[in-house]
T-cell receptor, first 113, second 115 residues
């Protein structure tokens, strides 16, 4: 079956530090890949997505590139802010097979001033 | 108003009680989903529905049932709640395939505690 593995947290960074959260996946075929973010007390929001190999998703300074050869979709941001503190989920789905999402375990990011 | 609304937001219930979690959406999407979030496990799919007459089990459907009352409403029931069903529950919607749109939209979650 499909699966997503992401680095365990929590990840604690100082403001303006560089962020990487690793994500790898196992799937048959070519899924769409996503990063969702969950701020405290809220639901999940789509942060960025990529639908085919070598696509780069970007939003709010975050970026991730769909790497088919390494089955990875690592999340990066050059300079984090306190407001980026949240839980980040990597996920995959197949749009032509129901759009059901398979999630990684989530990575909590804490950014200190 | 939120596009995907879940009620209640928080609930404490006793073991053996029946409980229903409700979800309604204003996005006009055909597809609706129920997920459960547990620490370290991410979200796991309980049930999903592609339209009013189409209900499917997900990865962890045991102990749960659902009802799709209308395109906009999708309820999750625990017939006899047990403590290991304590979790954060999310409803989500997505459009039917068309142009490869794959984004899902989530409600704010229902925190359920079974004591």
């Amino acid at each position: 079956g499909n699966s997503v593995t992401q680095m365990e947290g929590p990840v604690t960074l100082s403001e303006e530090a560089f962020l990487t959260i690793n994500c790898t996946y196992t799937a048959t075929g070519y899924p769409s890949l996503f990063w969702y973010v969950q701020y405290p007390g809220e639901g999940l929001q789509l942060l960025l997505k990529a639908t085919k190999a070598d696509d780069k998703g970007s939003n709010k300074g975050f970026e991730a590139t769909y790497r088919k050869e390494t089955t990875s979709f690592h999340l990066e941001k050059g300079s984090v802010q306190v407001s980026d503190s949240a839980v980040y989920f990597c996920a995959l789905s197949f749009w032509n097979a129901g759009n059901m999402l398979t999630f990684g375990g989530g990575t909590r990011l804490m950014v200190k001033p | 108003d939120a596009d995907v609304t879940q009620t209640p937001r928080n609930r404490i219930t006793k073991t053996g009680k029946r409980i229903m979690l409700e979800c309604s959406q204003t996005k006009g999407h055909d597809r609706m989903y129920w997920y459960r979030q547990d620490p370290g496990l991410g979200l796991r799919l309980i049930y999903y529905s592609f339209d009013v007459k189409d209900i499917n089990k997900g990865e962890i459907s045991d102990g749960y049932s659902v009802s799709r009352q209308a395109q906009a409403k999708f309820s999750l029931s625990l017939e006899s709640a047990i403590p290991n069903q304590t979790a954060l529950y999310f409803c989500a919607t997505s459009p039917s395939p068309g142009g490869g749109n794959t984004e899902a939209f989530f409600g704010q979650g229902t925190r359920l505690t079974v004591v």
